[in-house]
Every structure is written in C-alpha cells, then in structure tokens.
C-alpha cells in the first residue's frame, strides 16, 4: 500500500504561482508519480508525471511552460510549480502513483491516489 499526502493549495490571481507537494509512504513499488486535475462537473485530467528517479517528465500540452513538476527522493516528495496560472486551471488537484511500467496519462492507469488539494485562481 501506498500513502499519497498533498499539501500547498489554495487562492491565487491570474499570473501568479503556487507550489503542490505530495510527500508518499508506504512499501510499494512506484514506477510514477503524477498530478491529475478535477475541475466542477469536468472528468479528471491529467498534468504532469515524473519517473520515480525524476529522470523524465511528460505533460499535458494545456500545463507546458507554465507548470514543472519535479521530485526529491530523498524526501520521497513530488512537486509541481505552478506559475502563470489562469482561471482555468481552478481544480481540486490530486496526486496519484502508478505501480508498474510504462507510463500512462490516463488516470484510470493509477494504483494509489491522494485526498485532492484545491486550487482556486481568480482573474
């Protein structure tokens, strides 16, 4: 079992950053960590991903430029800087870990996710 613990939502205006973390425990294999993305009566969608060494990382065209996600192993925390936020990326935003290879951005491809941390950007 996996344990996926978000932090570092919240209000922010058009332009500005935020920074997501997602510290995991547990004893499971991870092959990646990704961040997925739920806004009101829209189906989830996925952000960003990273290999589990933080070598490589793919993301949705929508969040490139804009959003970086990276990893410290030695915290076993997964970040995602958010800067240029706009109004639509106002989501509840969820961290998720797949178990086996290759990677996928689709969310039912993820084992163990974490409760969601809201984002709310206003113009």
């Known amino acids: 079992q996996v344990q996926l613990v978000e932090s570092g939502g919240g209000l922010v205006q058009a332009g500005g950053s935020l920074r997501l973390s997602c510290t995991a425990s547990?004893?499971?294999?991870?092959?990646?960590l990704g961040w997925f993305r739920q806004a009101p009566g829209k189906e989830r969608e996925f952000v960003a991903t990273v290999s589990w060494s933080g070598a490589t990382t793919w993301y949705a065209d929508s969040v490139k430029g804009r959003f970086t996600i990276s990893r410290d192993n030695a915290k076993n925390t997964t970040y995602l800087q958010m800067n240029s936020l706009k109004p639509e990326d106002t989501a509840v935003y969820y961290c998720?870990?797949?178990?086996?290879?290759?990677?996928?951005?689709?969310?039912?491809?993820?084992?163990?996710w974490g409760q969601g941390t809201q984002v709310t950007v206003s113009p």
């Open positions: 547990g004893r499971t294999f991870i092959s990646y």
């Open positions: 998720a870990a797949r178990s086996i290879r290759p990677v996928t951005m689709r969310a039912s491809g993820y084992d163990y």
